[in-house]
């Protein structure tokens, strides 16, 4: 990558990290789900055309803390809804194993931890239908694992859920352009509705765009 192409990834990973850190303002909104997870596999696929070890690090963008903080709010939200309906639905089994907050998954040791998020995604799963009057959606499950994704692979894993492109041929510029795309036309227009509801959070979006020259 040249220097301009690192500049711009460093921008796609900081917005991709601020939305992690935000799930909980932007989670109920099904089009933002649909758009985080493209962006998550356009930057799945320029990571894949990198060839520098220490380039691929950096761009990952987020270290094995944060990753994890960002699983265990995501396993939570969609806890809490898993419960809710298991709770409706008077299955007190479900919804005991549903009872895990952010607290209970982040203190977890990380290989215990693995193995009780890949319990909590094929629980939402398995009633994701069910739970569509809750709210719930296959793309916000889909969220959830492209994070787990991301740190199985910073913490030396194979990713388990996302499928590796590669048939994929688009240049690397390609796929930045592709990138622009989405956000630009896209998902910013979205957060705006965020301008006047939770200026904060839409200001911190738009810091985390910006393009920083190095």
Same mark, same amino acid.
């Given at each position: 990558m040249n220097q301009n192409q690192m @500049? &711009?990834? !460093?921008?796609?990973? +900081? +917005?991709?990290?601020?939305?992690?850190? @935000?799930?909980?303002v932007w989670s109920a909104v099904p089009m933002i789900n649909t758009m985080k997870n493209q962006l998550d596999e356009v930057i799945l696929k320029i990571s894949e055309?990198?060839?520098?070890?220490?380039?691929? &690090?950096? *761009?990952? #963008?987020?270290?094995? +803390?944060?990753l994890k903080k960002a699983v265990a709010e995501k396993a939570d939200i969609l806890n809490d809804v898993l419960a809710a309906y298991a709770g409706v639905e008077g299955d007190a089994a479900l919804e005991n194993k549903a009872d895990r907050s952010y607290?209970?998954?982040?203190?977890? /040791?990380?290989? !215990? =931890?693995?193995?009780?998020?890949? !319990? +909590?995604?094929?629980?939402? $799963?398995?009633?994701? $239908?069910?739970?569509?009057?809750? #709210?719930?959606? /296959?793309?916000?499950?889909?969220?959830?694992?492209?994070?787990f994704?991301? *740190?199985?692979?910073?913490? #030396?894993?194979? &990713?388990l859920y996302r499928v590796?492109?590669?048939?994929?041929?688009?240049?690397?510029?390609?796929? =930045?352009?592709?990138?622009s795309e989405l956000l630009s036309s896209r998902l910013d227009r979205i957060m705006k509705r965020f301008k006047n509801a939770d200026p904060n959070f839409y200001r911190g979006y738009l810091s985390a765009r910006v393009v920083v020259d190095n």
């Open positions: @500049n &711009r990834a !460093e921008m796609l990973a +900081t +917005t991709r990290t601020y939305l992690d850190a @935000n799930t909980a055309h990198q060839e520098a070890q220490e380039a691929s &690090r950096i *761009f990952l #963008g987020s270290n094995k +803390t944060a607290s209970d998954l982040y203190k977890l /040791a990380n290989q !215990e =931890f693995m193995t009780v998020i890949r !319990e +909590t995604i094929k629980l939402l $799963e398995d009633n994701v $239908e069910a739970m569509a009057d809750y #709210g719930m959606s /296959a793309d916000q499950i889909s969220d959830l694992k492209n994070s994704d991301d *740190f199985l692979a910073i913490h #030396g894993q194979p &990713r590796a492109s590669s048939q994929a041929t688009q240049a690397l510029e390609d796929l =930045f352009s592709q990138a």
